[in-house]
Nanobody
Framework: QVQLVESGGGSVQAGGSLRLSCTASGYTSFMGWFRQAPGKEREGVAA????????FYADAVKGRFTISQDNTENTVLMQMKSLKPEDTAMYYC???????????????????WGQGTQVTVSS
């Protein structure tokens, strides 16, 4: 059983930046960030294959969000820049023990989830 501890998030004005951090208690193959806004489905934002640090991004955040990992601490970071009001959501860290590369931004791939951290972007 892998436990995920998230930190970061908060409130920022449009155009600002925030950084999210997620530390896993054990090794996982994929780690990702998902978000869910009120009344909307959860969507994949970014993911990283921890063996090679290959990254995946949703089109909505490409060029603005960067996911990376700190191998010494089993930690994944997501730097968010040029934030927009539509980025407002609860952000969840997720981890997968599935080494298959199918669906890295699909929530069905992930079997461990963090508690979520709120990101609010005001216009």
């Amino acid at each position: 059983q892998v436990q995920l501890v998230e930190s970061g998030g908060g409130s920022v004005q449009a155009g600002g930046s925030l950084r999210l951090s997620c530390t896993a208690s054990g090794y996982t193959s994929f780690m990702g960030w998902f978000r869910q806004a009120p009344g909307k489905e959860r969507e994949g934002v970014a993911a990283i294959y921890t063996r090679s640090e290959y990254t995946f991004y949703a089109d909505a955040v490409k060029g603005r969000f960067t996911i990376s990992q700190d191998n010494t601490e089993n930690t994944v970071l997501m730097q968010m820049k040029s934030l927009k009001p539509e980025d407002t959501a609860m952000y969840y860290c997720a981890a997968s023990s599935d080494d298959n590369w199918d669906g890295p931004l699909s929530s069905m791939k992930y079997n461990y989830w963090g508690q979520g951290t709120q990101v609010t972007v005001s216009s």
